[in-house]
């Protein structure tokens, strides 16, 4: 089939849609703050982390869905941000998982799912002034990844190859991020404090995260004869090729 055969199938499919966003763990705020991976200190200079999310929040998504940004929130009551910040070198990647939320591996290989997929990156993360709470620090994937809660939990790593300054000058320390540290609840991680790290700590904590997505539609009679057309010009090609 010709890649623009299959480009028209997809374009009639309406695999494009309005977006939606769903949040993980699903409550208003957390119960602590803490550095994320995106956050780099003269201690941390490079991050390696992962974090799982119980499938069960993704209900939304029954049948698949296109993750195509993520979101985290400062944890204003700890100390507000006024200066804003960059980190300069953020990769993040995203696969499913058959590791249990409070069960991951300390190994990090051992938790990648065979779909994992560069979503960003290496690029540049602002983190704006804030003076207020709520979702403000965006990462807008490059890649969507096709996502479904089916196949098990999601699993996200980012990965700070370094480089954090403030935005307008030096910044005394880098922002809190707001978090929820239970066990039974729908998130836990694993960090490393270098880049490279092949093993690193547990623990239940995890950042509340903004998921932007867009669903995958059920296919119209026009998408549906759109593929029987393709695929009817495949086989016609097919025996044409033969006779010859």
């Not at 196949?151 to 190859?161: K, V």
């Not at 540290?181 to 995260?209: E, F, H, K, M, P």
């Not at 009679?221 to 593929?227: C, Q």
Request: proline share 8%; aromatic share 10%.
């Amino acid at each position: 089939m010709k890649r623009h055969t299959i480009i028209l199938a997809l374009a009639l499919s309406g695999i494009t849609g309005p977006s939606q966003t769903v949040h993980s763990p699903d409550m208003p705020s957390g119960n602590t703050a803490i550095f994320g991976p995106i956050q780099s200190t003269s201690g941390r200079p490079t991050v390696r982390y992962q974090q799982v999310f119980s499938r069960s929040d993704f209900s939304s998504m029954e049948g698949g869905a296109y993750l195509t940004q993520i979101a985290f929130n400062y944890q204003f009551q700890v100390a507000p941000f006024p200066g804003g910040a960059v980190a300069s070198n953020i990769q993040v990647k995203v696969s499913t998982t058959q590791k249990s939320v409070d069960g991951l591996s300390a190994t990090f290989a051992d938790n990648i799912g065979s779909d994992e997929t560069m979503v960003y990156g290496i690029g540049p993360v602002i983190m704006p002034p804030n003076d207020r709470p709520g979702f403000d620090v965006f990462i807008a994937f490059t890649t969507p990844f096709l996502y479904n809660p089916q196949a098990g939990n999601l699993l996200l790593e980012i990965l700070n190859f370094g480089g954090f300054g403030g935005i307008g000058g030096p910044i005394a320390d880098p922002p809190f991020f707001d978090a929820h540290d239970q066990l039974g609840d729908s998130v836990s991680r694993l960090w490393g404090d270098n880049v490279n790290a092949s093993v690193g700590g547990l623990d239940s904590i995890g950042l509340l995260t903004q998921f932007t997505f867009v669903p995958i539609p059920e296919p119209t009679p026009l998408a549906i004869l759109a593929l029987g057309i393709a695929g009817l010009l495949a086989r016609l090609r097919l025996e044409i090729k033969g006779k010859r």
